[in-house]
């Protein structure tokens, strides 16, 4: 059926693109995904609306029906975090010359160049990195890209991951290693990297990770970890405990939610030419101009990307994140050194002190004698249920991550009352629960 709205759609010009391709159906384009997964019924879309008036209305209408996380007492987490956004972020990276510039060119983006050089600068300082990259599309592909390149510098095929990872992301290291790097229980000379991150999905801090940096490098593979850095305000930087490869989400540097996030993916190492080589995202550096003793803002090591050498790229790279690493590097340059400690600090004393409160309304929360940042699991009789009920009492009360379990963030952004509001309620819902 012809749709004013979807373009292609004319049978007449479906049937060629097809016939062009060699593809019998639509079909053949899913044939690899599993049935379960197929909706297997045609959209429930309503008819056109074609008259602008009309459509703004429509889509108005659906708008309304969402309740984002500053409507409600939110405490969802699992990797898009409702951390403070401070006015600055979104006043700057709304500014045209930012908020326009897709790609562009050293010539005519002096501006945004130098932005994002600033940037990469900051977060080397706070990972104790030399060298970080334009930032990827989010975490979960920046964690992919940075085990595809400890495997290619150690020519080797295979990786161990070490710790508690969020189903979502598993999933998501699954798809990006296939079908070349095998995920492997056991550390030997056939691995070529092991990841460890930290804080874990549960929210946990890792215990003694230096020593998981020695058994990786006694067996020659690189050790990369994960990690959020607005931690490293108050955690040590990977890197100090032997990190050859640091990588992670910077959602929580200046980003809203926004119903799935701002999300953008950095990567660090230190400055060796060797391993640099294996980055496949864009790199920022102050570079000669054609001008003998000048310098700029622009691309280093260019010859390495996609962009450069095409379908012989390592990995392909785009660069639809660039304004994220705009917008962090002004949270970084506003909070500084001391304001990232006391954001860190306020973190940890928030999270512990919701842990405390939960178990005093009855919750059973799960590793209680762990450091927790930001990030804790409790269980329950029913998640779907417990959510539901907390739902109804206005309060989104975490991300449901098994039958029994939900895991529960709390911020900066969250005040005592906020968590004492949590408590009750939680309490008033579990002695429903059990009567």
């Given amino acids: 059926m012809t749709h004013p709205y979807i373009p292609n759609t004319e049978p007449v010009t479906r049937a060629a693109m097809l016939e062009e391709i060699g593809a019998a159906s639509v079909e053949d384009f899913y044939a690899g995904i599993p049935a379960d997964l197929r909706l297997n019924r045609l959209l429930d879309l309503p008819a056109p609306i074609r008259d602008e008036h009309g459509l703004i209305r429509h889509m108005r209408g659906l708008l309304n029906r969402n309740t984002d996380t500053t409507e409600a007492l939110s405490f969802l987490g699992a990797g898009c975090y409702p951390h403070h956004v401070p006015a600055v972020c979104d006043e700057i990276n709304g500014r045209s010359e930012f908020l326009t510039a897709y790609a562009g060119e050293p010539y005519e983006d002096h501006g945004r160049f130098q932005a994002l050089f600033e940037y990469v600068s900051m977060m080397a300082e706070l990972l104790e990195m030399d060298v970080v990259n334009v930032p990827v599309y989010d975490g979960y592909q920046a964690t992919g890209t940075a085990l595809r390149m400890a495997c290619r510098y150690t020519g080797r095929t295979k990786v161990l991951l070490s710790g508690e990872i969020l189903p979502d992301k598993l999933s998501k290291l699954r798809d990006y290693l296939t079908p070349d790097i095998e995920l492997t229980d056991t550390l030997d000379e056939t691995v070529g990297a092991v990841y460890l991150e930290t804080p874990d999905m549960y929210g946990v801090v890792a215990r003694n990770p230096g020593e998981r940096a020695e058994a990786a490098h006694a067996c020659g593979a690189l050790f990369v970890v994960g990690t959020d850095p607005i931690t490293l305000g108050v955690l040590a930087a990977p890197a100090t405990y032997g990190a050859d ?21 950095f990567i660090a190492t230190r400055d060796e030419e060797r391993l640099v080589a294996e980055f496949p995202s864009r790199l920022f550096g102050i570079a000669p101009t054609a001008v003998p003793g000048e310098y700029g803002f622009g691309d280093v090591f260019y010859d390495r990307t996609s962009f450069a050498v ?18 962090a590097g002004v949270y970084l340059a506003l909070m500084g050194p001391e304001g990232m400690r006391e954001v860190g600090e306020t973190i940890l004393a928030n999270t512990r002190y919701a842990m405390t409160a939960l178990a005093q309304a009855g919750a059973t929360v799960e590793r209680h004698d762990e450091i927790h940042f930001r990030e804790f699991a409790v269980s329950v009789p029913d998640a779907d249920a417990f959510l539901a009920d907390l739902a109804q009492r206005g309060i989104f009360g975490g991300v449901r991550i098994s039958a029994s379990e939900v895991l529960v963030c709390v911020t900066e952004r969250h005040s005592r009352d906020d968590i004492d509001t949590l408590a009750t309620a939680v309490g008033a819902v579990l002695k429903g629960a059990r009567a």
Wanted: glycine share 24%; aromatic share 8%; net charge negative.
């Fill in 245 to 265: 490869i640091v990588c992670g989400d910077i959602q929580s540097l200046g980003m809203h939610q926004s119903f799935g996030g701002g999300q953008a993916g």
């Fill in 310 to 327: 095409r379908e012989a790229g390592k990995e392909w790279v785009g660069t639809a994140a660039a304004l994220w690493g705009i917008t």
